[in-house]
């Protein structure tokens, strides 16, 4: 596959062309360096749980897909080039990309730094378009990216990028909401599921000092989960396992991807507890008024985080020498991982090597 165009940063990637397609090698042309831009030589990118959704068309409603498609929002690479006015970065440099490119930069959103909700409408890394709202976005199963520098993040402990990459989007997610509820000493935290932003939100959790508590429907996952920073791990299958830790929780975060019951996790919250929902399953859920009204629970949700908050995950993350646990693998290996994903079998997150591509 080739996509024409004449001039710009040629670039070559991964792509599907629809639901069962499966990847091949994609030759496209970026834009070319604007006086704000910057040229990042991508190392690695992380696969979320999302590029599968949105590869597979499953959220046809919100996200439709466009193809072809070339995912991948969990980006750490090096600075090629940089544009006149660019002032954040030099060559050399190692920068990151996350969900998203580009915003209105004028609206309310925009202007607080959460960005994700610009009220025109982000750029989205891939399956979006630019600002212009015509130029397709290509993700990061790809070589190079043309990003501005106000999007790009700055990346700065001496940890290992592969482990980097995810935090781009798995990192963020799950600090962004255990920032906002404020959790930390004292408060027993609950992750249910243990993939990507799970074995993220343990971690973070647990850097924040909380007691973070493992809700798995995999009972393999114990010891790895009491090695991220759980003191506790609950099997999920067995509802009698659950009983016992009725109203103990002060904060749980959902990040499981595919359809499942929410009451179960809302009757664990303590009187005035949270739970903040990140997974994003194809169908609605069904939520019982009485699992929230008895014991004033609420129940949220979280997207990402805008570039600030996305900083200071990462110089948090740097602190802390935190990173993902992560499987690289080759850019010819994208569709064992996404049938491994989808069957809960990854520790805890594949990367592709894009040095290699
Ligand atoms: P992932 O690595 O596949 O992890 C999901 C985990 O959910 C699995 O490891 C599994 O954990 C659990 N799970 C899977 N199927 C299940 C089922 N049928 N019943 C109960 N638990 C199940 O995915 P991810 O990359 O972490 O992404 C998780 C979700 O968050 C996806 O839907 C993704 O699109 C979404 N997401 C949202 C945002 C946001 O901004 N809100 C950002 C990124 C991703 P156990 O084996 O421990 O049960
Ligand atoms: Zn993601």
Redesign the pocket.
């Known amino acids: 596959m080739t996509a024409a165009a004449t001039q710009g940063v040629a670039t070559k990637g991964y792509a599907t062309n629809g639901p069962e397609a499966k990847f091949e090698p994609f030759n496209f042309v970026r834009r070319e360096v604007g006086p704000y831009d910057v040229l990042v030589d991508i190392d690695y990118c992380g ?4 590029d ?2 949105q590869a597979k068309n499953e959220w046809p409603d919100v996200m439709p897909a466009m193809y072809p498609m070339v995912p991948g929002h969990e980006i750490v690479g090096h600075i090629a080039q940089v544009g006149s006015e660019v002032s954040k970065f030099k060559v050399g440099d190692v920068a990151g990309i996350g ?1 998203f490119v580009d915003s209105c930069r004028e609206c309310q959103p925009c202007k607080a730094g959460v960005e ?1 909700f610009c009220q025109k409408g982000s750029a989205m890394t891939y399956n979006g378009t630019e600002m212009d709202r015509s130029t397709p976005t290509y993700g990061g199963y790809s070589n190079k990216y043309v990003i501005d520098e106000a999007y790009a993040l700055k990346i700065n402990g001496g940890q290992s990028l592969a482990g980097v990459a995810p935090l781009l ?2 990192g ?2 799950t600090y962004s909401p255990l920032r906002r509820f404020k959790v930390g000493p004292g408060q027993k935290v609950g992750v ?9 939100g343990v971690k973070l959790a647990a850097a924040m000092g909380a007691d973070v508590t ?5 009972p393999s ?1 114990e010891q790895d989960a009491k090695a991220l920073g759980a003191t506790n791990f609950i099997v ?1 299958r067995d509802p009698n396992n659950l009983a016992p830790h009725a109203w103990t929780f002060d904060f749980i975060l959902d ?6 019951d929410l009451t179960q996790y809302l009757n664990l919250l303590k009187v005035n507890g949270s739970m903040v ?5 194809e169908k609605p859920a069904q939520i019982p008024a009485f699992s929230l009204i008895w014991g004033n629970h609420s129940l949220a ?5 805008g570039i600030p908050e996305t900083q200071e995950m990462l110089d948090f993350c740097a602190e802390h020498n935190i990173t993902a646990d992560v499987e690289v693998i080759t850019a010819d290996r994208i569709e064992e991982a996404y049938d491994r ?2 069957k ?1 079998d ?1 520790r ?2 594949f990367v592709i090597d894009m040095k290699a591509a």
Request: glycine share 14%; charged share 5%; proline share 2%.
């Open positions: 696969i979320c749980h999302s599968i959704h969900c994700q989007c798995a963020i997610t249910v599921g243990l993939g990507g932003l799970g074995h993220m493992v809700l798995s429907t995999s996952k999920t990040t499981v991807s595919a359809d499942h929902i990140v997974g994003v399953p949700g979280s997207a990402i985080g994903t989808i809960s990854v805890y997150r």
